[in-house]
């Protein structure tokens, strides 16, 4: 069995025997146990003007070294004072994750403190779009591309909530927790990959199309033996618990998430 496998098989299989464990104890107390699907939308939006400045940045300073090699290769003659860069990066993020929960309350039912195991699908996507030009003397070297990378994962989540005032038919609640993620693809996508040459001495503009494509990544990664490694999850949400019957709730909370979540659920009480 590779180690990918083991990877896969092991740490479910531990958190799931530990929560076990734990609910195991906590049931001495007589407590409530609590169940229900939930569905939220990820994105990294709050952040994203952040990472279009540190991929500007980076673009920046590794395209220009690859530039002066080339025009030291294959344009010696050319001197040039004055050489900028303008990125125009548009950098956009979002997804969506789909779980379902079992969470025990040791408290009861009017317990504040309760711990649960969930088991997540989660679909990510991440964009970039725009161009990069270098421009000296009236000459430049333009690229631009529309690219997608979308990850699909399957996670699971251990972690703790108290809720706030749980008596009260609609109440806060702060959790937090961890957990590890398994990736099913990772998945990339270019479109519309141009490469654009303008020489101002002659008023002439090469044009360079690439074809589109795109290649899974996870299997690319598999092919060569690169062992893959689940992917650490943090939680922290903050969250509404509204009591519909003595058994049924809805839940509406928004957190970080490896980036950030709104998400909506119900839970039945039993």
């Known amino acids: ?34 169940v229900g699907p939930h569905y939220g939308i990820w994105t990294l939006s ?38 900028t860069f303008h990125p125009d990066i548009h950098f956009g993020s ?6 379902l929960e079992v969470r025990f309350y040791p408290g009861g039912e009017d317990g504040s403190f309760s711990i649960g ?13 725009g161009s990069i030009k270098f421009e000296a003397e009236g000459n430049y070297v333009k690229g631009s591309a529309d690219t997608r990378l ?16 749980p008596s009260s038919r609609l109440h806060p609640y702060i959790g937090f927790g961890a957990g590890i993620g398994f990736l099913k693809e990772l998945l990339l996508t270019y479109d519309n990959v141009i490469g654009e040459v303008y020489i101002a001495s002659t008023d002439t503009t090469y044009t360079l199309p690439v074809d589109s494509g795109g290649m ?6 598999e092919y060569t033996g690169f062992q893959t490694i689940p992917l650490p999850i943090l939680q922290l949400n903050l969250g509404l618990n509204f009591e519909i019957t003595n058994n049924l709730r809805i839940l509406l909370d928004a957190g970080i998430w490896d980036g950030f979540l709104v998400r909506g659920g119900v839970a039945l009480r039993v």
Do not use: C
């Not at 979002?94 to 779980?99: A, E, M, Q, R």
């Not at 679909?123 to 779009?129: A, I, K, R, V």
């Open 1 to 34: 069995m590779s180690k990918k496998m083991k990877w896969m098989v092991a740490m479910p299989t531990f958190l799931i025997i530990s929560t076990v464990f734990l609910f195991s104890q906590f049931a001495l107390a007589k407590g409530k146990w609590q």
């Open 46 to 83: 709050p952040v994203e003007s952040m990472i279009e400045d540190f991929i500007a940045d980076t673009l920046e300073s590794e395209l220009q070294g690859l530039l002066e090699e080339m025009v030291e290769e294959f344009a010696p003659d050319w001197e040039y004072t004055d050489l």
């Open 94 to 99: 979002g997804g969506t994750n789909l779980g």
């Open 117 to 129: 195991l969930a088991v997540e699908k989660s679909e990510l996507e991440l964009t970039l779009d």
């Open 150 to 165: 979308l990850l699909t994962s399957t996670s699971y989540l251990l972690s703790l909530r108290w809720d706030i005032k």
């Open 216 to 221: 899974d990544l996870a299997d690319l990664l």
